[in-house]
Protein backbone atom coordinates (compact mmCIF):
# COMPACT_ATOMS: atom_id res chain seq x y z
CA UNK A 1 0.00 0.00 0.00
CA UNK A 2 1.13 3.60 -1.28
CA UNK A 3 1.40 6.24 1.86
CA UNK A 4 3.15 8.51 0.50
CA UNK A 5 5.05 10.47 -2.29
CA UNK A 6 7.42 13.03 -3.31
CA UNK A 7 8.89 14.45 -6.04
CA UNK A 8 11.39 11.47 -6.39
CA UNK A 9 10.70 8.94 -3.89
CA UNK A 10 7.07 6.62 -3.29
CA UNK A 11 6.37 5.84 0.62
CA UNK A 12 4.90 2.24 0.83
CA UNK A 13 4.37 -0.36 3.44
CA UNK A 14 7.03 -3.23 3.33
CA UNK A 15 6.41 -7.02 2.16
CA UNK A 16 9.17 -9.72 3.28
CA UNK A 17 10.11 -9.18 -0.58
CA UNK A 18 11.95 -6.69 0.28
CA UNK A 19 14.58 -8.20 2.21
CA UNK A 20 17.54 -8.31 -0.33
CA UNK A 21 17.06 -4.77 -0.68
CA UNK A 22 16.61 -3.73 2.69
CA UNK A 23 20.12 -6.08 3.64
CA UNK A 24 21.90 -3.88 1.28
CA UNK A 25 20.83 -0.63 3.71
CA UNK A 26 20.54 -2.51 7.08
CA UNK A 27 23.95 -4.60 6.34
CA UNK A 28 26.08 -2.13 5.44
CA UNK A 29 28.40 -1.49 8.42
CA UNK A 30 28.91 1.97 7.46
CA UNK A 31 25.37 2.69 7.77
CA UNK A 32 24.62 1.29 10.37
CA UNK A 33 27.36 2.45 12.53
CA UNK A 34 25.81 4.30 14.79
CA UNK A 35 23.83 0.94 15.91
CA UNK A 36 25.05 -1.79 18.17
CA UNK A 37 25.57 -3.95 14.57
CA UNK A 38 24.96 -4.47 10.67
CA UNK A 39 21.90 -6.67 10.84
CA UNK A 40 22.15 -10.28 9.34
CA UNK A 41 19.91 -11.17 7.03
CA UNK A 42 17.12 -12.78 9.50
CA UNK A 43 17.34 -9.62 11.40
CA UNK A 44 16.45 -7.54 8.45
CA UNK A 45 13.24 -10.34 8.02
CA UNK A 46 12.56 -9.34 11.71
CA UNK A 47 12.87 -6.07 11.45
CA UNK A 48 10.34 -6.47 8.07
CA UNK A 49 7.84 -8.31 10.06
CA UNK A 50 8.29 -5.76 12.66
CA UNK A 51 7.33 -3.11 11.13
CA UNK A 52 4.14 -5.56 9.60
CA UNK A 53 3.09 -5.74 13.10
CA UNK A 54 3.18 -1.58 13.49
CA UNK A 55 1.18 -1.05 10.53
CA UNK A 56 -1.27 -3.15 12.04
CA UNK A 57 -1.36 -1.73 15.85
CA UNK A 58 -0.15 1.44 15.08
CA UNK A 59 -1.32 2.09 11.24
CA UNK A 60 2.27 3.96 10.58
CA UNK A 61 5.57 2.55 10.90
CA UNK A 62 8.83 2.29 8.91
CA UNK A 63 7.58 2.24 5.21
CA UNK A 64 9.94 1.22 2.35
CA UNK A 65 10.96 4.06 0.09
CA UNK A 66 11.40 3.43 -3.60
CA UNK A 67 13.31 5.73 -6.15
CA UNK A 68 10.72 6.50 -8.59
CA UNK A 69 13.49 7.08 -11.60
CA UNK A 70 14.44 3.55 -10.83
CA UNK A 71 11.47 1.75 -9.30
CA UNK A 72 14.19 0.27 -6.03
CA UNK A 73 13.66 -0.15 -2.74
CA UNK A 74 16.63 2.15 -1.54
CA UNK A 75 16.00 2.99 1.97
CA UNK A 76 13.47 3.52 4.81
CA UNK A 77 11.65 6.75 7.08
CA UNK A 78 8.55 6.71 8.52
CA UNK A 79 6.62 6.80 12.06
CA UNK A 80 7.19 4.97 15.17
CA UNK A 81 5.98 4.51 18.97
CA UNK A 82 8.45 5.85 21.11
CA UNK A 83 8.30 6.09 25.11
CA UNK A 84 10.83 8.82 25.75
CA UNK A 85 10.25 10.23 29.42
CA UNK A 86 7.02 11.01 29.21
CA UNK A 87 4.06 10.60 26.74
CA UNK A 88 4.32 8.71 23.39
CA UNK A 89 5.91 10.31 21.25
CA UNK A 90 6.12 9.46 17.79
CA UNK A 91 9.14 9.66 15.40
CA UNK A 92 10.64 10.05 12.33
CA UNK A 93 13.33 7.29 11.83
CA UNK A 94 15.03 6.86 8.25
CA UNK A 95 17.96 4.71 6.60
CA UNK A 96 19.55 5.16 3.25
CA UNK A 97 21.36 3.59 0.90
CA UNK A 98 25.01 4.22 1.36
CA UNK A 99 25.91 4.99 -2.53
CA UNK A 100 22.98 7.78 -2.62
CA UNK A 101 23.62 9.73 0.08
CA UNK A 102 23.91 13.43 0.14
CA UNK A 103 21.47 14.44 -2.25
CA UNK A 104 18.64 15.63 -0.22
CA UNK A 105 16.78 11.97 -0.34
CA UNK A 106 16.69 11.89 3.94
CA UNK A 107 15.42 15.52 3.70
CA UNK A 108 12.51 15.21 1.25
CA UNK A 109 11.36 12.20 2.91
CA UNK A 110 11.27 12.95 6.27
CA UNK A 111 9.58 16.12 5.55
CA UNK A 112 7.02 14.30 3.92
CA UNK A 113 6.62 12.04 7.01
CA UNK A 114 6.33 15.16 9.17
CA UNK A 115 3.73 16.74 7.41
CA UNK A 116 1.59 13.61 7.38
CA UNK A 117 2.70 12.72 10.88
CA UNK A 118 0.97 16.18 12.00
CA UNK A 119 -2.06 15.85 8.96
CA UNK A 120 -3.46 12.37 10.26
CA UNK A 121 -2.28 12.23 14.03
CA UNK A 122 -3.37 14.06 17.09
CA UNK A 123 0.08 14.34 18.36
CA UNK A 124 1.15 17.87 19.86
CA UNK A 125 5.24 17.21 18.20
CA UNK A 126 7.48 14.67 16.53
CA UNK A 127 10.78 13.85 17.57
CA UNK A 128 13.97 12.15 16.33
CA UNK A 129 15.85 10.19 18.33
CA UNK A 130 19.69 10.73 17.49
CA UNK A 131 23.09 9.64 18.68
CA UNK A 132 25.46 13.24 19.46
CA UNK A 133 28.01 11.59 17.07
CA UNK A 134 25.47 11.33 14.07
CA UNK A 135 26.11 14.40 12.43
CA UNK A 136 24.08 13.40 8.66
CA UNK A 137 21.27 12.24 10.69
CA UNK A 138 21.36 16.03 13.27
CA UNK A 139 21.38 17.62 9.94
CA UNK A 140 18.27 16.17 8.52
CA UNK A 141 16.77 16.73 11.95
CA UNK A 142 17.31 20.17 11.80
CA UNK A 143 16.35 20.54 7.38
CA UNK A 144 13.29 18.86 9.56
CA UNK A 145 12.53 22.25 11.79
CA UNK A 146 13.62 20.16 14.77
CA UNK A 147 15.55 21.31 17.64
CA UNK A 148 17.42 19.58 20.45
CA UNK A 149 14.43 19.23 23.77
CA UNK A 150 16.32 16.87 25.50
CA UNK A 151 18.48 14.09 26.45
CA UNK A 152 17.47 10.37 26.93
CA UNK A 153 19.39 7.45 27.03
CA UNK A 154 18.52 4.41 24.76
CA UNK A 155 20.01 0.98 24.89
CA UNK A 156 22.73 2.52 27.36
CA UNK A 157 24.14 5.31 24.98
CA UNK A 158 23.11 9.12 25.25
CA UNK A 159 20.56 10.15 22.41
CA UNK A 160 19.33 14.08 21.52
CA UNK A 161 15.63 14.01 21.34
CA UNK A 162 15.07 16.14 18.38
CA UNK A 163 11.23 17.97 18.48
CA UNK A 164 9.04 19.95 16.42
CA UNK A 165 5.69 21.06 17.47
CA UNK A 166 2.75 21.60 15.38
CA UNK A 167 2.65 24.97 15.89
CA UNK A 168 6.67 25.17 14.75
CA UNK A 169 5.38 23.38 11.75
CA UNK A 170 5.38 25.20 8.24
CA UNK A 171 1.89 25.94 7.48
CA UNK A 172 2.23 24.50 3.85
CA UNK A 173 2.21 20.86 4.04
CA UNK A 174 4.20 19.42 1.01
CA UNK A 175 1.65 16.56 0.84
C1 LIG B 1 21.25 10.08 7.98
C2 LIG B 1 21.00 9.73 6.52
C3 LIG B 1 19.64 9.05 6.37
C4 LIG B 1 21.05 11.02 5.69
O1 LIG B 1 20.64 10.71 4.36
P1 LIG B 1 20.96 11.66 3.14
O2 LIG B 1 19.93 11.35 2.08
O3 LIG B 1 22.38 11.58 2.77
O4 LIG B 1 20.66 13.10 3.77
P2 LIG B 1 20.46 14.45 2.95
O5 LIG B 1 21.09 14.32 1.60
O6 LIG B 1 19.01 14.80 3.02
O7 LIG B 1 21.34 15.47 3.79
C5 LIG B 1 20.82 16.23 4.82
C6 LIG B 1 21.92 17.11 5.37
O8 LIG B 1 22.89 16.31 6.04
C7 LIG B 1 24.18 16.61 5.52
N1 LIG B 1 24.98 15.41 5.51
C8 LIG B 1 24.71 14.26 4.87
N2 LIG B 1 25.72 13.39 5.07
C9 LIG B 1 26.63 14.03 5.84
C10 LIG B 1 27.88 13.65 6.39
N3 LIG B 1 28.39 12.43 6.18
N4 LIG B 1 28.54 14.55 7.17
C11 LIG B 1 28.04 15.78 7.39
N5 LIG B 1 26.83 16.19 6.89
C12 LIG B 1 26.17 15.32 6.13
C13 LIG B 1 23.90 17.08 4.12
O9 LIG B 1 24.99 17.86 3.63
C14 LIG B 1 22.64 17.88 4.30
O10 LIG B 1 22.88 19.16 4.87
P3 LIG B 1 23.10 20.48 3.94
O11 LIG B 1 21.91 20.55 3.03
O12 LIG B 1 23.17 21.57 4.94
O13 LIG B 1 24.35 20.27 3.15
C15 LIG B 1 22.11 8.77 5.97
O14 LIG B 1 23.36 9.34 6.23
C16 LIG B 1 22.02 7.40 6.60
O15 LIG B 1 21.32 6.50 6.12
N6 LIG B 1 22.77 7.21 7.70
C17 LIG B 1 22.82 5.94 8.39
C18 LIG B 1 21.53 5.59 9.11
C19 LIG B 1 21.24 6.52 10.25
O16 LIG B 1 22.12 6.88 11.01
N7 LIG B 1 19.96 6.92 10.34
C20 LIG B 1 19.50 7.83 11.36
C21 LIG B 1 19.35 7.17 12.67
S1 LIG B 1 18.99 8.35 13.97
Not at 37 to 61: C, F, T
Not at 105 to 125: I, N
Request: include cysteine; hydrophobic fraction near 40%; proline fraction near 5%.
Amino acid sequence: MEILETSRLVLREFRLQDTDSLALVLSDPETMRFYPAPLKRPEVEQWIARNLSRYASDGHGLWAMVLKSTGEMIGDCGLTVQDVDGPTDIEIGYHIRRDLWRQGLATEAARACRDYGFAHLTVPRLISLIRPENLPSRRVAEKNGMKIASETMRKGLLHYVYAITREQAPSGLSI
